[in-house]
T-cell receptor, first 112, second 115 residues
C-alpha cells in the first residue's frame, strides 16, 4: 500500500529565499508523480508531472526531482514570493490502478 | 477549453437527505477520479471511473455512497442518507488516460455541509 509523507508539515520563510519541500513514498513501483498546490478553500493546481523514467522537471521557478529507487521527490522553489503561499501536495501514482495517492502536504507561508 | 467543472460549489443538506455532486471533466478526458478531503486531513481516494465503467472503487464506503460516469453527461457522486461525518470537500479530477501515464487536473471542489 502506497503511503506518502511530506516534510516539513509547515514552513515560514521570508520573501526571496530558496526552499526545498520533501516527499517520500513507500512503494517505488510508480508510473509518475505530480506536485500540486492548493490555496485555502480552493481546488488543486497541477504544478509539475514527473514520469518515472525522468529525474527532474522544471517550470519557471519550480524544479522537481524524483529518485524512484529511494522513494523520494523534492520540490525546489527559487526566489520565493508571497504569492507562493499555499499548501503543496505530492502525489505519486500507486495501487493496482495507478491512482494518485496524496501526502498531507506542506503548508508554506512566504512573508513579505 | 474549460477546466474540470464541479457543481454545486457549496451544498448544505440535513441529516438523512441525499447529496448529488456533479463533475464535468475537461474536454477530451474520459477518466474521472473522486477524492474526499476532511477538515485538517489529506485527500483520500474514493473512486476511479471511465465512461460507463467503475475501474476502482476501493476507497468508497460500502454503504450510502455510489458513483457513475454515464456515456453522456457529467460524473455523479451520490451520497444517500447523509450524516454529519460526510461533511467534507469532495474533489473531482480528470485525465486523458490513466494517471499512471497522464497528468490529472482537478476541479474547485464541492463543499458539503451536513446539518
Amino acid at each position: 500500500k502506497q503511503e506518502v509523507t511530506q516534510i516539513p508539515a509547515a514552513l515560514s520563510v521570508p520573501e526571496g529565499e530558496n526552499l526545498v519541500l520533501n516527499c517520500s513514498f513507500t512503494d517505488s513501483a510508480i508510473y509518475n508523480l505530480q506536485w500540486f498546490r492548493q490555496d485555502p478553500g480552493k481546488g488543486l493546481t497541477s504544478l509539475l508531472l514527473i514520469q518515472s523514467s525522468q529525474r527532474e522537471q522544471t517550470s519557471g521557478r519550480l524544479n522537481a526531482s524524483l529518485d524512484k529507487s529511494s522513494g523520494r521527490s523534492t520540490l525546489y522553489i527559487a526566489a520565493s514570493q508571497p504569492g507562493d503561499s499555499a499548501t503543496y501536495l505530492c502525489a505519486p501514482s500507486g495501487g493496482a490502478t495507478n491512482k494518485l495517492i496524496f501526502g498531507t502536504g506542506t503548508l508554506l507561508a512566504v512573508q513579505p | 477549453n474549460a477546466g474540470v467543472m464541479q457543481n454545486p460549489r457549496h451544498l448544505v443538506r440535513r441529516r438523512g437527505q441525499e447529496a448529488r455532486l456533479r463533475c464535468s471533466p475537461m474536454k477530451g478526458h474520459s477518466h474521472v477520479y473522486w477524492y474526499r478531503q476532511l477538515p485538517e486531513e489529506g485527500l483520500k481516494f474514493m473512486v476511479y471511473l471511465q465512461k460507463e465503467n467503475i475501474i476502482d472503487e476501493s476507497g468508497m464506503p460500502k454503504e450510502r455512497f455510489s458513483a457513475e460516469f454515464p456515456k453522456e453527461g457529467p460524473s455523479i457522486l451520490r451520497i444517500q442518507q447523509v450524516v454529519r461525518g460526510d461533511s467534507a470537500a469532495y474533489f473531482c479530477a480528470s485525465s486523458t488516460g490513466g494517471v499512471g501515464n497522464t497528468e490529472a487536473f482537478f476541479g474547485q471542489g464541492t463543499r458539503l455541509t451536513v446539518v
